[in-house]
Protein backbone atom coordinates (compact mmCIF):
# COMPACT_ATOMS: atom_id res chain seq x y z
CA UNK A 1 0.00 0.00 0.00
CA UNK A 2 1.30 3.19 -0.48
CA UNK A 3 0.30 6.42 1.49
CA UNK A 4 1.03 9.35 -1.01
CA UNK A 5 0.62 9.53 -4.71
CA UNK A 6 2.55 12.51 -6.03
CA UNK A 7 1.38 14.55 -9.06
CA UNK A 8 3.68 17.07 -10.15
CA UNK A 9 2.72 19.57 -13.32
CA UNK A 10 5.56 20.01 -16.42
CA UNK A 11 5.21 23.88 -15.47
CA UNK A 12 3.03 26.23 -14.18
CA UNK A 13 0.41 26.01 -17.03
CA UNK A 14 1.45 22.75 -18.35
CA UNK A 15 -1.56 20.24 -18.87
CA UNK A 16 0.35 17.26 -19.03
CA UNK A 17 2.13 15.64 -15.71
CA UNK A 18 3.80 12.75 -13.74
CA UNK A 19 1.43 10.42 -11.58
CA UNK A 20 4.31 8.84 -8.75
CA UNK A 21 3.39 5.85 -6.93
CA UNK A 22 5.68 4.08 -4.42
CA UNK A 23 8.52 3.40 -6.96
CA UNK A 24 6.58 3.83 -9.97
CA UNK A 25 5.49 6.74 -12.50
CA UNK A 26 2.62 7.42 -14.80
CA UNK A 27 2.44 10.35 -17.28
CA UNK A 28 -1.09 12.32 -16.11
CA UNK A 29 -3.53 14.47 -17.95
CA UNK A 30 -4.34 17.77 -15.67
CA UNK A 31 -6.73 20.38 -16.55
CA UNK A 32 -6.73 22.58 -19.20
CA UNK A 33 -5.28 25.90 -17.17
CA UNK A 34 -2.63 23.66 -15.30
CA UNK A 35 -2.50 23.63 -11.51
CA UNK A 36 -3.72 26.48 -9.18
CA UNK A 37 -3.11 27.04 -5.52
CA UNK A 38 -6.72 28.95 -5.47
CA UNK A 39 -9.01 26.52 -7.43
CA UNK A 40 -12.71 28.26 -8.61
CA UNK A 41 -15.28 26.89 -10.94
CA UNK A 42 -14.86 26.78 -13.88
CA UNK A 43 -11.31 27.66 -14.16
CA UNK A 44 -9.91 24.28 -15.87
CA UNK A 45 -6.94 23.86 -13.05
CA UNK A 46 -6.16 21.54 -11.51
CA UNK A 47 -6.00 22.07 -7.72
CA UNK A 48 -3.26 22.40 -5.77
CA UNK A 49 -2.97 20.33 -2.39
CA UNK A 50 -3.32 17.27 -0.14
CA UNK A 51 -6.38 14.89 -1.24
CA UNK A 52 -7.97 11.88 0.42
CA UNK A 53 -9.07 9.49 -2.07
CA UNK A 54 -12.92 8.39 -0.52
CA UNK A 55 -13.67 6.02 -2.65
CA UNK A 56 -13.67 4.33 -6.65
CA UNK A 57 -17.09 4.64 -8.93
CA UNK A 58 -17.10 2.38 -11.61
CA UNK A 59 -19.25 1.61 -14.56
CA UNK A 60 -19.92 -2.49 -13.91
CA UNK A 61 -21.20 -2.97 -17.44
CA UNK A 62 -17.94 -1.77 -19.57
CA UNK A 63 -15.45 -3.18 -16.88
CA UNK A 64 -14.65 -5.76 -13.65
CA UNK A 65 -14.58 -4.06 -9.91
CA UNK A 66 -10.72 -2.46 -9.84
CA UNK A 67 -8.44 -4.36 -7.63
CA UNK A 68 -8.25 -1.90 -4.85
CA UNK A 69 -8.67 -1.69 -0.57
CA UNK A 70 -10.39 1.79 -1.38
CA UNK A 71 -14.42 1.64 -1.69
CA UNK A 72 -16.14 0.73 -4.21
CA UNK A 73 -19.52 2.02 -5.90
CA UNK A 74 -21.41 1.14 -9.14
CA UNK A 75 -22.20 4.29 -11.40
CA UNK A 76 -25.89 4.05 -12.09
CA UNK A 77 -27.44 5.97 -15.29
CA UNK A 78 -29.11 8.26 -12.50
CA UNK A 79 -25.79 9.44 -11.00
CA UNK A 80 -24.76 12.88 -11.15
CA UNK A 81 -22.41 15.52 -9.36
CA UNK A 82 -24.14 18.95 -8.65
CA UNK A 83 -21.78 21.92 -10.24
CA UNK A 84 -24.20 24.70 -9.01
CA UNK A 85 -22.49 26.89 -6.40
CA UNK A 86 -25.54 28.59 -4.96
CA UNK A 87 -27.56 24.92 -5.13
CA UNK A 88 -27.58 23.25 -1.56
CA UNK A 89 -26.41 20.11 -3.17
CA UNK A 90 -23.06 21.87 -4.57
CA UNK A 91 -20.77 19.17 -4.92
CA UNK A 92 -22.08 16.18 -3.58
CA UNK A 93 -23.56 13.19 -5.35
CA UNK A 94 -27.06 13.85 -6.73
CA UNK A 95 -29.69 11.70 -8.39
CA UNK A 96 -30.48 12.45 -12.16
CA UNK A 97 -32.83 14.44 -13.20
CA UNK A 98 -32.23 16.70 -10.80
CA UNK A 99 -32.95 20.59 -11.60
CA UNK A 100 -29.40 22.47 -10.87
CA UNK A 101 -26.86 22.27 -13.05
CA UNK A 102 -24.80 19.19 -12.82
CA UNK A 103 -22.21 16.33 -14.21
CA UNK A 104 -23.88 13.05 -15.62
CA UNK A 105 -21.32 10.36 -14.28
CA UNK A 106 -22.97 7.78 -16.71
CA UNK A 107 -21.60 8.93 -19.99
CA UNK A 108 -20.96 7.86 -23.42
CA UNK A 109 -17.21 7.97 -23.90
CA UNK A 110 -15.00 6.37 -21.20
CA UNK A 111 -13.37 9.00 -19.19
CA UNK A 112 -15.82 7.92 -16.13
CA UNK A 113 -15.60 4.28 -16.78
CA UNK A 114 -13.33 4.49 -13.28
CA UNK A 115 -13.80 7.78 -11.38
CA UNK A 116 -11.98 8.22 -7.71
CA UNK A 117 -13.82 10.69 -5.83
CA UNK A 118 -11.48 12.91 -4.10
CA UNK A 119 -11.99 15.34 -1.07
CA UNK A 120 -11.56 18.60 -2.40
CA UNK A 121 -13.73 21.25 -1.52
CA UNK A 122 -15.96 18.64 0.65
CA UNK A 123 -15.54 19.97 4.34
CA UNK A 124 -16.14 22.79 4.79
CA UNK A 125 -17.61 23.06 0.58
CA UNK A 126 -16.68 26.80 0.03
CA UNK A 127 -19.32 27.88 -3.05
CA UNK A 128 -17.10 28.69 -6.37
CA UNK A 129 -14.74 26.64 -5.00
CA UNK A 130 -14.21 23.92 -7.43
CA UNK A 131 -16.63 20.73 -7.46
CA UNK A 132 -16.66 17.85 -9.36
CA UNK A 133 -12.24 17.24 -9.48
CA UNK A 134 -12.11 13.23 -9.64
CA UNK A 135 -9.12 11.25 -10.78
CA UNK A 136 -10.48 9.41 -13.42
CA UNK A 137 -9.37 7.64 -16.87
CA UNK A 138 -8.13 9.65 -19.93
CA UNK A 139 -8.58 8.63 -23.74
CA UNK A 140 -5.63 8.42 -26.55
CA UNK A 141 -7.59 11.81 -28.30
CA UNK A 142 -7.42 13.75 -24.56
CA UNK A 143 -5.32 16.98 -24.41
CA UNK A 144 -6.13 17.99 -20.62
CA UNK A 145 -9.17 17.89 -18.81
CA UNK A 146 -11.95 20.30 -16.63
CA UNK A 147 -9.45 20.48 -13.79
CA UNK A 148 -9.31 16.70 -12.97
CA UNK A 149 -6.08 14.31 -13.00
CA UNK A 150 -6.67 11.49 -15.71
CA UNK A 151 -4.47 8.48 -16.42
CA UNK A 152 -5.05 5.55 -19.14
CA UNK A 153 -7.14 2.55 -18.15
CA UNK A 154 -4.06 0.43 -17.69
CA UNK A 155 -1.94 2.98 -15.21
CA UNK A 156 -5.53 3.12 -13.12
CA UNK A 157 -5.52 -0.42 -12.52
CA UNK A 158 -1.75 -0.35 -11.18
CA UNK A 159 -2.38 2.71 -8.71
CA UNK A 160 -5.48 1.47 -7.16
CA UNK A 161 -4.41 -1.63 -6.26
CA UNK A 162 -1.67 0.10 -4.39
CA UNK A 163 -4.74 2.27 -2.99
CA UNK A 164 -6.06 2.02 0.31
CA UNK A 165 -7.89 4.04 3.00
CA UNK A 166 -4.87 5.68 3.96
CA UNK A 167 -3.80 6.62 0.57
CA UNK A 168 -3.47 10.52 -0.17
CA UNK A 169 -2.89 12.77 -3.38
CA UNK A 170 -0.71 15.36 -3.10
CA UNK A 171 -1.14 17.72 -6.24
CA UNK A 172 2.41 20.02 -6.07
CA UNK A 173 3.17 22.91 -8.49
CA UNK A 174 6.26 21.73 -10.91
CA UNK A 175 8.89 18.85 -10.75
CA UNK A 176 10.79 17.49 -13.80
CA UNK A 177 8.36 16.07 -16.20
CA UNK A 178 10.45 12.26 -16.64
CA UNK A 179 12.31 11.51 -13.28
CA UNK A 180 16.65 10.69 -13.92
CA UNK A 181 16.64 6.65 -14.15
CA UNK A 182 16.85 4.78 -11.21
CA UNK A 183 16.78 1.30 -10.22
CA UNK A 184 13.70 2.11 -7.72
CA UNK A 185 11.64 4.04 -10.51
CA UNK A 186 10.17 3.02 -13.82
CA UNK A 187 8.05 5.23 -15.97
CA UNK A 188 5.26 3.88 -17.68
CA UNK A 189 4.26 4.68 -20.90
CA UNK A 190 5.72 8.35 -21.21
CA UNK A 191 3.05 9.51 -23.91
CA UNK A 192 0.42 11.59 -23.49
CA UNK A 193 -2.10 9.04 -21.69
Not at 32 to 61: H, I, M, N, Q, Y
Not at 116 to 140: K, M, T
Request: some cysteine; charged content about 25%; proline content about 8%.
Amino acid sequence: MVTRLHVHAISPRARLGLLQAGGLAFPCLLGRSGTKADKREGDGATPRGLWRLCRVLFRRDRIAPPATALPLKVIARHDGWCDAPLDRNYNRPVRLPYPASHEELWRADHLYDVVVVLDHNARPRRRGGGSAVFFHLSSPESVATAGCIAVALSHMRIILALCGPSTRLAVGATGRAVPRKSPNRRVHGWRRP
